[in-house]
């Protein structure tokens, strides 16, 4: 009964369509939760943030989808999708901040440009980039958009999410890397973007300092609550065993999912210790 549970749980934690529509949600959960108790909940800003979050997602995995394969950039979807991004930046710069539209825009462009750049040799730099956006500025904006003002407070805070999505985002890297750079290799497969044991180092020491830097962040201020965020370990060991195995038993598809959901499951961990603590 239990194996049944478990999974069905699977089943649908991997789903793409889960994944397309929480991977957004989970990048503005923290900021609008913590929102909550400075100003009352605007539904249509966080409806309008998510939605620019999650085209912009959709637009991410069409470029990617373009380094594999001969698609034209001429379709009605990805030119209704790049005209709705445009009109979701102009209206949080008019109705909201100058400010906040160009952080969207630059948002946008880091999406739009992250393969070009791993292309030209500036892969370390897209990771930043990616990082700090995701991680942080779309944390910042979730708040803004329904506070107007940012504490200095989540600033500290997302430092742990920064690292979680810089060690996604390097995941990922390492696993599409080939793929990036199909016109420069015919063997896809063995091109990387590190060597295998450097990554490994890399990989592993990165989730060890995630949950040491969250543990000296969130202690002072959230106390035993902390202690949540030791829920995502079995999330990171499972991506530990898969990403660095040699053996090609696990697709490279259900590896980068597992990356997704790890960072799903870190940024509700570090919503329900904000939730809690408010509340």
Do not use: C
């Not at 965020?229 to 079995?234: C, H």
């Amino acid at each position: 009964m239990f194996q049944s549970i478990f999974k069905t749980i699977n089943h649908y934690l991997y789903h793409p369509l889960f994944l397309v529509l929480t991977i957004p949600l989970s990048y503005l959960i923290s900021g609008t939760l913590y929102a909550d108790q400075y100003a009352h909940f605007s539904v249509v800003h966080f409806f309008l943030l998510y939605s620019f979050t999650f085209i912009n997602h959709l637009l991410g995995n069409f470029l990617f989808k373009k380094t594999k394969e001969s698609i034209s950039y001429f379709q009605l979807s990805f030119i209704a999708f790049e005209i709705i991004n445009l009109l979701l930046i102009f209206y949080f710069s008019f109705r909201v901040h100058y400010l906040a539209g160009l952080l969207l825009l630059l948002y946008s462009l880091v999406i739009h440009l992250q393969f070009y750049l791993v292309k030209q040799g500036y892969a370390w730099l897209m990771l930043v980039f990616s990082s700090i956006f995701k991680g942080g500025i779309l944390t910042y904006l979730s708040f803004y958009v329904q506070a107007n003002f940012i504490p200095s407070t989540l600033f500290y805070w997302s430092i742990p999410l920064v690292l979680v999505v810089f060690l996604v985002e390097f995941g990922k890297l390492q696993l599409n890397y080939g793929s990036i750079h199909k016109d420069f290799s015919n063997d896809q497969t063995t091109l990387l973007f590190l060597k295998q044991e450097l990554f490994n180092r890399i990989f592993l020491g990165l989730t060890v300092l995630i949950y040491l830097i969250s543990f000296i962040i969130f202690i002072p201020t959230f106390n035993k609550l902390s202690f949540i965020i030791l829920l995502t370990i079995p999330f990171a060991l499972s991506i530990i065993q898969s990403i660095l195995s040699t053996k090609k038993t696990v697709p490279t598809k259900l590896k980068q999912r597992m990356l997704y959901v790890y960072s799903i499951s870190f940024f509700i961990a570090f919503s329900i210790i904000l939730f809690v603590h408010i509340f």
